[in-house]
């Protein structure tokens, strides 16, 4: 069977971002509904773009069909998914516009924005089955894969992050962003775990790419930068080189959870 790689890009990602490179649109019919992915062309491998906000940007965080997208990987036969997304700082220690690797996540309800559970097997199937986490939602081999192609990029990359789903379409209060920071998360966004945890559910390894874009907590100060779209537009810049380097290099890797089935 002929594996792919692919990438879940934000919403300050465009076809057009990629313009050394030919982006073929792609319809999957799935049970879950139709999903777009983008064949990415000319670069000697088979390897898949997801524009999660869609190409152009129409789709807000609650809006996204995550379980269509994440079928569609399957469809793909995807064995290594990078998800990535520009996220709220809430510690000092992780700094703006720089590369930071996920180590964990949290997401206690486990709920899509619809308030479905977040699962692959919202009725009985014949395959259905428990997510056990042996190592984690984020793949060890697939980080150390992004150590080696990032570090050219970066002197140091912190990967002992943590991220906390907080879902859209609003923004965080100061009081929600402080919560958060006191649960352990280090980072947020409105995107990003229920992706990893469908995906999960597929046994498609994942790693999580992110980039801050501004600090969340109100006692850290944020340093001036314009509107809130040039800070996405920024953080979009620092990843984009990653992504292209994950595209043409990263490598199929095996899933070290499993499906607990009956």
Known sequence: MKTSIAVILGSSFQTTTFREWDLEEVLFETPFGAAVLHRVLG??????????HGAPHRLLPHQINYRANAYALK?????????????????????LYNLLILNDLIYPEN???????????PNPTADHGHLVLN???????????????FSPLQ????????????????????????????????????????????????????????????????EMRNPEKGSIQDTLVAAR??????????????????????????
Request: one cysteine or more; aromatic letters at 8%; proline letters at 6%.
């Open 43 to 52: 670069i000697g491998r088979d390897a898949w773009a997801l524009f999660r």
């Open 75 to 95: 469809m793909v036969h995807c064995k290594a998914l990078l998800v990535t997304s520009s996220v709220g700082v809430l510690t000092a220690r992780l700094p």
């Open 111 to 121: 709920r899509l924005p619809n308030g479905e559970t977040c699962t692959m097997y």
């Open 135 to 149: 190592e984690g939602l984020f793949s060890a081999a697939l980080k150390a894969q992004l150590h080696a192609l």
């Open 155 to 218: 002197t140091a990359i912190p990967d002992e992050v943590v991220f906390a789903y907080a879902g859209g379409p609003r923004t965080k209060t100061p009081a929600e962003n402080r919560y958060w920071a006191k649960m352990g998360a280090e980072v947020n966004s409105m995107t990003l775990a229920p992706e990893v945890v469908l995906a999960n559910e597929l046994e498609i390894p994942c790693a999580g790419l992110v980039v801050g874009h501004k600090y969340s907590v109100p």
């Open 237 to 262: 810049e620092r990843l984009e080189q990653a992504v292209r380097l994950f595209l043409q290099e990263a490598q199929p890797v095996a899933f070290r959870n499993h499906l607990f089935r009956f």
